[in-house]
C-alpha cells in the first residue's frame, strides 16, 4: 500500500470534481439521442479497479461526482451508480487477497465492489502441466483475458459503459512503444478517450450489439417515443409551417397536369425505396463503450488527489520490472535516464495531438468525399451492398503540377483520403473484426479510382473492371445497358463506377464457418427417443457467424442442429421439401437479394443427419460414442459387439454430405413442421449508421436500386409536365379574369 510518495510533487495539484466532470462529459455524448425532450432512465457504469493510485483516484472522483452531480449523464443515461469491478489476474502469489483488499477499501469510499478471477484454464490457453506465468506472450494474453471478463460482466448486468483510469503518462507510454514499433500517423495517436470494448468480438451484449434486445424489454434503457405533450405541439408546429395558398396552388397544379398516382411514383421514387431493416432481420446495435476519463491528467496529479483526500491504494510489484514487459522497459528508461527533447514526455505528447488533427482532417476530407458516393441498396439479410464511387482525380492546380515532391506528396494524401472512404465502405459488408490496414488497400485504390494509378499510361482509366477480393468482400462492377443514344463512352465513363459487393464466396478449403449445438434431447441416455419426453432447450448462447450474423437457436431435436453455409448441393432436395408458395418466395427472395453466388454465403440451418420430422426417430444409441458404450459392457443393451457394429457410422467429425438443409434463416424460410421442434432468432451485426447518414442515396430515397429506377419515363413525365406548365402559363396571360374566376371556384 501506497501512503506516502517517494517524490515530493510541488508542482501538482489535486483533480477537482469539476475537472473531472467536464472530462467525463467531453468524451461520453449520447450514441442515441433521443427525440425532443424525452429521457433515458437511469442506468449504472462500470468502472475498471486495479488498485493502483490512478484507478482509486478513479473510484474517489467518481464517488464524488455522484455527490456533486445529480442526474450526471454518461453518453445516454443518467447515472444511477457507480459499480467497480476488480480483476484479479492471478499472476503472482498473494494476488488474490490484494484484489480483496482493494476491493474492501473501494467499498469503503462508497462505491459498491467486487472481485472476479481469471480462469486459466478454463480458456484453453494453456498447455498441460504449464503456469500462466511461463507464456511468453503473459502480458497480451492477460489482457485479452481481462477484457473478456469485463466484457462479460457487462454484457450480464447490462452496463453500456465502463470507465478506465488510463492517464497521461500512460498516453506517453503507449505512443513512444508505438514510435518504436514504427507505427505512422493513425497509430501515433495514442489511446482514444471512448471506443468499443476490445477482444470481445463474438460476445453478444458486449460487442456492439444488445440494442436490439434493450429495446423489445419491458423498460428499454433507450426511450425511442415521445410523450403526448411533445406530439401534440409536433402537430401544432407541423399545421403552422403549412402555407394554405400555396398548398391549393399545389393541388390544382397537379390536376391540371393529370398527375395520376403512376406518374407520381415514378418521379418521387416511392415505390422503389429499401429500407435498411429487410423483413424478418433486425439490425444489432449497442454494446459496450469504454471511457477514459483521465487521459488529459499527469501521475502527479493523481497522486496528489489520493494524498490529499486519505485514498489508499497498491503498488504492483511487477510493473518495476523492466525484463518483464516493453512497458516497463519504457517507463523504467525515461525514469532513470535523461532522453534527447524529442523523446520527452512533452514532445511525444506534443506529436501525438498533431497527429490526431492530422488524422481528423483526413477523416473529414474522407467524409465529403463520402457525401458524393451513392449507395443504391445495401441488404442487411445477406450482407450486400450496391455502391457508386466518386469521380475523384489527380490535383490539378499549378502550384501542385510546378513541383514534383509537391505533386508526389499531394498524390498521397488524396490516396490516403481514398483509402479512408474505401475502409468505411468495405466496413458495411466485410466479415473480418479490424478494420483493414490502409497500406493493404493500394491496389483496391487504383482499380475503384484508376485516376490515382501509378501507372504512367492512361489505359487503366479506359480498360474494363474486373471483380477482385479484398478483406472477405467480393467487388463485382456493375455496367447496365446504357442508353441507346451514348453507346460506350457512357458505360466507360460513370456506369462502371459502380459496384457489387457481398461476402467472398468460401473455398473448398479449409472448411467455411460453421457452429454446432450441443446435444440436448438425448444428452445423457441411451434410451430410445420418445417425442412426447422430447423437452425444449433453454435459448442457447448467441453466436456470431462468420462475422456477419447473430444467431441463437432452441429445439427440442435428438440430433445437433449444424449453422452451416447455404450449399449449392443442398439446395434442390431444400426446394423440394417447401411448399409450393415457399418454394415460389425462395425463387424470388434469391432472384432480389442474394444473385448469383452471393447466395451460397448465407447461413443455413441443418440437421446433423436426415430425419423425418413426422416420425422423429434417431438411430439407435445416438449420440452415445462406442468408447462409451464399451464402459458399459455387455449389459450395456444386447451386447457390446452389437452395439459397436450398429454405431461403426456414427460421425466422428462433421460430415456435410450426411446433412440436410432445413431453413435458411436470414431469407425467413424452413421446411414444413421444423417450427415445432426448431426456433431460430437471427440479426444482422452492426452496420455503421454514421456511414450511412454520410453517405448520399439516389434522389431523395433511401438505397435505391439502380436497376428498379425507369429513367426514360421519369424523362418522359418532366418533359410532359413542363410542356404542359408552358400550355397554361401561355393561356392565363391571354385570359387573366378566367383563371382568377377559375381559382376562386376551385378555393
Known sequence: MGTLSHVLHTGARPISVHEFAEALRAISPPRFPVPGAARNIERSVG??????????????????????????????????????????????????????????????????????TISWARAGVLAPNQHQKDLPNVESVARRLRYQKLGRICSNRRYASLLFAHHEDDQYETVFMRLLQGHGTRGLRGMKGASDIPECEGLHG???????????????????????????????????????????????????????DHDFEELYQTKHLAPLESDGIDVENGGVMIYRPLLEFSKDRLIATCEANGIPWWEDSTNQDPT???????????????????????????LSRRCEEKAQALEAEADRLLAETIIYDIEPSVGTASIQFPVYNLSRFPRDMSSPTRRWARSLRQREIVGLLIRKIIALVTPEHRNTPLASLQNVIWRLFPALSNKPDEASA????????KAGVHFVPVNPSPPPNQGALSQ???????????????????PPPHYRTPYWSTQGSWRPF???????????????????????????????????????????????????????????????????????????????????????????????????????????GSGSENILDSLSDHPKELDASKMRLVALPSLDLQIPLLEEWLQFEIRSR?????????????????FVSARGVNFEGTRRALRSRGRGRGRRRRRRRRQPRAGLKRAGRMR
Open 47 to 116: 468502472v475498471a479497479v486495479s488498485g493502483g493510485v490512478d484507478s482509486m483516484a478513479l473510484v474517489y472522483l467518481c464517488k464524488r461526482l455522484k455527490s456533486f452531480y445529480q442526474g450526471f449523464t454518461v453518453a445516454d443515461n443518467p447515472v444511477s451508480n457507480f459499480r467497480a469491478i476488480v480483476i484479479n489476474h492471478d499472476l503472482r502469489e498473494g494476488s488474490m487477497k490484494e484484489a480483496q483488499a482493494v476491493s474492501e477499501a473501494v467499498r469503503r469510499l462508497g462505491i459498491i465492489s467486487d472481485v472476479h
Open 206 to 260: 458486449a460487442y456492439q450489439s444488445g440494442y436490439v434486445d434493450d429495446q423489445k424489454g419491458p423498460k428499454p434503457y433507450y426511450n425511442r417515443k415521445i410523450s403526448r405533450k411533445q406530439s401534440k405541439e409536433l402537430r401544432q408546429t407541423l399545421r403552422s409551417d403549412i402555407d394554405r395558398q400555396m398548398h391549393e396552388q399545389e393541388r390544382r397544379d397537379s390536376v391540371m397536369d393529370r398527375l395520376n
Open 324 to 350: 518483464l514487459t516493453m512497458r516497463n522497459a519504457v517507463r523504467h528508461m525515461y525514469k532513470n535516464y535523461t532522453l534527447p527533447v524529442a523523446l520527452q514526455k512533452p514532445s511525444i505528447l506534443a
Open 462 to 469: 479506359t480498360e474494363p473492371r474486373k471483380a477482385f477480393v
Open 492 to 510: 466507360r465513363s460513370g456506369t462502371s463506377r459502380v459496384w457489387y459487393l457481398g461476402r467472398t464466396p468460401y473455398p473448398s478449403h479449409p
Open 530 to 636: 420418445i417425442e412426447e419426453n422430447a423437452k425444449w432447450s433453454a435459448w442457447m448462447r448467441w453466436v456470431l457467424w462468420d462475422g456477419r450474423f447473430w444467431v441463437r437457436i432452441r429445439h427440442r431435436l435428438p440430433y445437433r442442429v449444424i449453422l452451416w453455409p447455404f450449399e449449392r448441393s443442398h439446395a434442390k432436395a431444400f426446394r423440394q421439401s417447401l411448399t409450393p408458395e415457399d418454394q415460389q418466395r425462395l425463387s424470388t427472395r434469391l432472384k432480389k437479394f442474394a444473385p448469383g453466388k452471393t447466395r451460397f454465403t448465407l447461413p443455413a440451418l441443418y440437421f446433423e443427419e436426415d430425419l423425418d420430422l413426422a416420425n422423429v426417430q434417431p438411430r439407435p444409441w445416438y449420440p452415445l460414442s462406442p468408447r462409451r458404450l464399451q464402459s458399459f459392457g455387455p449389459n450395456g
Open 686 to 702: 452492426r452496420v455503421d449508421r454514421g456511414t450511412l447518414a454520410t453517405a448520399g442515396s439516389f434522389h431523395t430515397g433511401s
